[in-house]
């Protein structure tokens, strides 16, 4: 156990479920500080400016590369009953023939399940029939969406990475499912490790959702999955999050707030205009992060160029 996880055993108090008019205040509000801040077609990532780029450049210390993304997966499971669908279309025994041949494949995917690593576009939550930024809901069609697609990202996703390990703020190897992180926990984990949050970062916050999973099996996580409260999201605005990442997809389930089976991902995505990397795992980066002794690092993201699509499959890179 870390020395930073031995004072901490249980999560300190905090507030509760949010009501449906509590929730709606905090929506609004958010709502208004983007509006002042980072309103336009890429939301948040204008925080991410070259000035920030070229600061979270100077974090490569080692040329160290990490891996922040989990395998794809192509088996069924109860946390992914539509999996990866991989099909090999040539392959060596079919083309054994003297000369030249390839082997092909094709993959078919539900970029938004619970399984998988993925960026979600600012077009990915609707509330209240409009998108981020007051964008018509209807600009999303059977054909795909015609604005605040994933090709917002297009030029890659650059900056400086800061991960939060709150499990071993807590000294456990895991939050239970059902479990949640506050804004005044997510503070605490910086003072814990010694770093701070700073604008145009990539914040990424440990659950210890993919550890669980590894180490006892994947469950339903859509009915049970430990996140962030609410009002996690008032950190986020605070500190002008570039993109907002967690080993689980960032919601508490059961939901914390009235009414909002997603409370995060409409204040993330929809008030703020965060892009949310979700599903990522952690466990590689984690040790090399205590080893050092530190938590910040140039991450680098590069979602595929799909025009239409609301969101994509990624494989964030941590540079240490």
């Not at 990490?66 to 040539?90: F, Q, Y």
């Amino acid at each position: 156990m870390t020395a930073r996880g031995t004072n901490r055993r249980t999560r300190p108090g905090g507030p509760a479920a949010l009501s449906a008019a509590g929730f709606g205040a905090l929506f609004a509000d958010l709502q208004e500080r983007a509006r002042r801040d980072a309103e336009g077609r890429r939301g948040a990532l204008a925080y991410s400016a070259s000035a920030q780029v070229l600061a979270a450049a100077a974090e490569v210390r080692t040329g160290r590369t990490v891996t922040l993304a989990a395998p794809v997966e192509t088996r069924p499971g109860p946390d992914n009953p539509d999996p990866c669908r991989h099909e090999m279309t040539a392959w060596a025994e079919q083309d054994s023939g003297p000369g030249l041949h390839f082997a092909r494949d094709r993959f078919a995917m539900n970029v938004h399940g619970d399984a998988d690593s993925h960026l979600d576009a600012l077009c990915h939550v609707t509330y209240d029939a409009s998108l981020h930024g007051g964008v018509p809901a209807s600009t999303v069609t059977e054909g795909g969406a015609e604005e605040l697609t994933v090709e917002a990202a297009r030029d890659g996703i650059a900056g400086r990475g800061v991960l939060l390990d709150i499990p071993g703020l807590r000294g456990v190897p895991w939050l239970e499912p059902g479990d949640h992180v506050t804004a005044a926990e997510l503070a605490a984990a910086e003072e814990a490790q010694g770093v701070r949050v700073r604008e145009g970062d990539i914040l990424l916050v440990r659950v210890g959702h993919r550890r669980r999973r590894d180490e006892l099996g994947p469950w339903a996580a859509s009915e049970a999955r430990a996140g962030l409260h609410p009002d996690a999201a008032e950190f986020v605005a605070e500190r002008r999050v570039a993109v907002l990442g967690s080993d689980g997809n960032s919601d508490v389930a059961p939901s914390l707030a009235e009414g909002v089976a997603y409370p995060v991902h409409v204040l993330a995505v929809h008030a703020l205009g965060v892009h949310l990397l979700d599903y990522l795992q952690f466990e590689d980066l984690l040790p090399v992060c205590e080893r050092e002794g530190r938590w910040s690092f140039l991450c680098v993201i590069a979602p595929l160029r799909l025009p239409r699509a609301t969101g994509s499959p990624v494989n964030p890179i941590a540079i240490l």
